[in-house]
């Protein structure tokens, strides 16, 4: 079975009475890895002692575009800036650094840009580092193969069931590890643990389960700094906080004395992003955090306890894969006639119509044509058409078609037809539209859709790790 009891993991048993009696002390810089955060509340936290720097870089939040098309959440110049202060601390205490999902999408091509600037980081600073990477890369062979077994599922009841079509259509497969592979790292003393694809918690799980801590607790806490300084008060993800887990309990704390945890914060982020008020599921596991009681330990700081973690009888880790479905091409445009805000539905049907005139030799199941409309009822209000005039609305519309040049075409055609429609009562004929960017139309590219959200059920661990020293 993939899953050892939390005992098969112990250190020496000096450092487990250590922090026993002091505490883990986990330290998150941010909420994304390259979203920024301020350099001196993050060194000042050093003056304690530290036992590992995590930080998650991944999730599926902005949609399956950045796994679809292998690109990364922040860009290149905000990773190498934020993991050369992490690096050059981690290393320097010789503790390690663990970072989630690493890329953002957290597949191979993310992964090996992390490690790129890892490797370029470590011969600038002279630092020689044992490096562990853990994939989260499937083979489509693999999940057709857990297809025919009966072993996945749908994550949820409006998600579809797999098929075969689907997967073979999928390029990019990952899925989401717990926290046995990263501790396999940790016990191998890897200084950096770059992981693929990754359940947010599991990382800085992980290193309080290596210490001997509650998994609960762990995880719990895993939870609330995944997502940075956000469980505080100003919240944000760009900013850090500390985690310092006990044996009955774990505290949270904001690095920058701006930013204050009060049991309030801490508990309503303990709501964030979850289907249920207090259970949650994670790879082969339940956490049940419904006795948890959030209490003020000191100013600023705060207290958590009975937070508790169950293994579940099968371990399932859920699959993530993106496929291309469609190109876009879109135009941004502002309205300020009164006469055609109030009308702008049945003119959008109209031109519609004209187009598909046009393309009357192309299938409509070729491209989809949709409008967006922004602070149209916020302009409207209560008023009567007759009476309302003087404001503008933001009006955006976008064309998918099965290729780029029939999406670049129909767009194009859309916007023409728009801009010089002759719709009832229109005083002035110099066009219907004003556009802020020249060009108007913007080719968009490739667009990906979630085509495998589902659960898989494992008997072993599944994922790979590789260590490097450079």
């Known amino acids: 079975m993939i899953h050892k009891s939390v005992t098969d993991y112990k250190i020496c048993e000096e450092t487990e009475r250590d922090c026993l009696q002091n505490g883990v002390k986990i330290l998150s810089p941010c909420g994304i890895l390259g979203y920024g955060f301020p350099k001196q509340p993050f060194l000042d936290a050093f003056k304690e002692k530290i036992h590992g720097i995590v930080v998650d870089a991944g999730s599926t939040d902005a949609g399956p575009h950045k796994l679809g098309a292998n690109v990364s959440i922040v860009s290149r110049r905000a990773l190498k800036k934020d993991l050369s202060i992490i690096l050059e601390k981690g290393l320097s205490h010789?503790?390690?650094?663990?970072?989630?999902?690493?890329?953002?999408?957290?597949?191979?091509?993310?992964?090996?840009l992390t490690l790129?600037?890892?490797?370029?980081?470590?011969?600038?600073?002279?630092?020689?580092?044992?490096?562990?990477?853990i994939w989260a890369d499937?083979?489509?062979?693999?999940?057709?193969?857990?297809?025919?077994?009966?072993?996945?599922?749908?994550?949820?009841?409006?998600?579809?069931?797999?098929?075969?079509?689907?997967?073979?259509?999928?390029?990019?497969?990952?899925?989401?590890?717990?926290?046995?592979?990263?501790?396999?790292?940790l016990k191998q003393q890897c200084d950096i643990i770059l992981c693929g694809r990754s359940y947010d918690p599991s990382p800085f799980a992980a290193l309080g389960i290596?210490?001997?801590?509650?998994?609960?607790?762990?995880?719990?806490?895993?939870?609330?700094?995944?997502?940075?300084?956000?469980?505080?008060?100003?919240?944000?993800?760009?900013?850090?906080?500390?985690?310092?887990?006990?044996?009955?309990?774990?505290?949270?704390?904001?690095?920058?004395?701006?930013?204050?945890?009060?049991?309030?914060?801490?508990?309503?982020?303990?709501?964030?992003?979850?289907?249920?008020?207090?259970?949650?599921?994670?790879?082969?596991?339940?956490?049940?955090l419904?006795?948890?009681e959030f209490n003020e330990k000191a100013n600023g700081i705060v207290e958590v306890r009975n937070s508790q973690y169950t293994q579940d009888k099968e371990v399932r880790i859920k699959l993530e894969g993106a496929r291309k479905v469609a190109y876009r091409t879109f135009v941004v445009a502002g309205i300020r006639d009164p006469l055609l805000i109030n009308q702008l539905e049945e003119v959008e049907k109209e031109?519609?119509?004209?187009?598909?005139?046009?393309?009357?030799?192309?299938?409509?199941?070729?491209?989809?044509?949709?409008?967006?409309?922004?602070?149209?009822?916020?302009?409207?209000?209560?008023?009567?058409?007759?009476?309302?005039?003087?404001?503008?609305?933001?009006?955006m519309f976008e064309v998918l078609a099965k290729n780029q040049e029939l999406a670049n075409a129909v767009c194009a055609n859309v916007r023409s037809t728009f801009l010089h429609f002759g719709y009832e009562g229109r005083k002035s004929t110099a066009g219907n539209l004003a556009f802020p960017f020249a060009p108007s139309d913007i080719e968009f590219g490739p667009v990906y859709e979630f085509s495998i959200y589902h659960l898989m059920r494992i008997t072993q661990d599944p994922f790979l790790l590789e260590i490097v020293e450079v």
């Open 94 to 112: 010789r503790i390690p650094v663990i970072i989630g999902s690493a890329g953002g999408a957290g597949a191979r091509a993310h992964v090996e």
């Open 116 to 133: 790129e600037v890892v490797k370029e980081l470590l011969v600038e600073q002279n630092i020689h580092a044992k490096i562990g990477i």
């Open 138 to 185: 499937f083979k489509q062979r693999t999940i057709i193969d857990a297809l025919r077994e009966g072993r996945i599922t749908p994550l949820s009841s409006n998600i579809p069931d797999l098929t075969i079509e689907k997967i073979l259509d999928t390029g990019t497969i990952v899925a989401q590890m717990g926290h046995e592979p990263i501790l396999k790292a």
């Open 210 to 288: 290596y210490h001997g801590m509650d998994p609960g607790l762990s995880y719990h806490l895993g939870k609330i700094l995944e997502c940075g300084a956000l469980c505080a008060e100003p919240g944000t993800t760009k900013d850090g906080i500390i985690g310092t887990l006990y044996h009955d309990s774990f505290t949270v704390q904001a690095l920058n004395p701006i930013r204050k945890c009060t049991p309030t914060s801490v508990a309503a982020h303990t709501f964030y992003e979850k289907e249920h008020p207090y259970i949650l599921h994670g790879p082969g596991f339940t956490l049940n």
């Open 290 to 292: 419904e006795n948890c």
């Open 351 to 395: 031109v519609v119509g004209q187009v598909s005139n046009y393309f009357a030799e192309i299938s409509e199941d070729d491209y989809k044509i949709n409008f967006y409309h922004y602070g149209k009822d916020a302009v409207l209000g209560n008023h009567e058409p007759s009476t309302f005039s003087g404001h503008e609305i933001g009006v």
